[in-house]
């Protein structure tokens, strides 16, 4: 049971939009940034989003986020199939004086 | 370029211990918040340790406390990941990261893991 909690799973199709949702409490997302990343099997985990909503260099701008209270939103737009992976939302959380994710979520792209 | 190579795993009988290392290079080492997450087969990421720039402050997950260790060598350009009293519940591959920005500028609760490590496999079995 993770302490963020994220859909397991969201689809769309190509060339569509997607979102994926980041709930938590205030002890975590309301009151620290949230960073958001991108796995593929067998590969590092990428970083999308950091400070809610800034995008590290050579991140494009298809990849947005916002947070609000105690939850936070990924954006995607243009989808590719390259986009098929796991996303995982993060956090400080200053109760538990420890990092935490969320359980993932697993992007298909139809 | 930033560069982190993890080193360490293996196959380990439970109850033993393993010491990780995380080789860095391509910046100052010293000047950067580390971290070490893991992911278990068929898991989602977990964090399990952070230690400051100049190895003073850490933090660890509840579900390693009392038996993991982080730590650093500045002058080897090192982080390390004790981790004793091994149980099958800590197999999983483990990364090093680092964050984004230097231990000046941002707060070691800054979770901008902007490098990772290709991870090494610590497999607890007997």
């Known amino acids: 049971q993770s302490v963020l909690t994220q859909p397991p799973s969201v689809s769309a199709a190509p060339g569509q939009k997607v979102t994926i949702s980041c709930s938590g409490s205030s002890s975590n997302i309301e009151n620290n940034y949230v960073s958001w990343f991108q796995h593929l099997p067998g590969t590092a985990p990428k970083l999308l989003i950091y400070?809610?909503?800034k995008r590290p260099s050579g991140i494009p701008d298809r990849f947005s986020a916002s947070k609000s209270g105690t939850s936070a939103t990924l954006g995607i737009t243009g989808l590719q199939t390259g986009d098929e992976a796991d996303y995982y939302c993060g956090t400080w959380d200053y109760s538990l004086t420890a990092v935490v994710f969320g359980g993932g979520t697993k992007l298909t792209v139809l | 370029q930033v560069q982190l190579v993890e080193s360490g795993g293996g196959v380990v009988q439970p109850g033993r211990s393993l010491r990780l290392s995380c080789a860095a290079s391509?910046?100052?080492?010293?000047?950067?918040?580390m971290h070490w997450v893991r992911q278990a087969p068929g898991k989602g990421l977990e964090w399990v340790a952070v230690i400051s720039y100049d190895g003073i402050n850490s933090y660890f997950a509840d579900s390693v406390k009392g038996r993991f260790t982080i730590s650093r060598d500045n002058s080897k350009n090192t982080l390390y990941l004790q981790i004793n009293s091994l149980r099958a519940e800590d197999t999983a591959v483990y990364y090093c990261a680092r964050v984004g920005r230097g231990a000046l500028v941002t707060a070691i609760t800054s979770v901008d893991f902007q490098h990772w490590g290709q991870g090494t496999l610590v497999t607890v079995s007997s």
């Open positions: 400070d809610n909503n």
């Open positions: 391509g910046f100052t080492f010293s000047g950067y918040t």
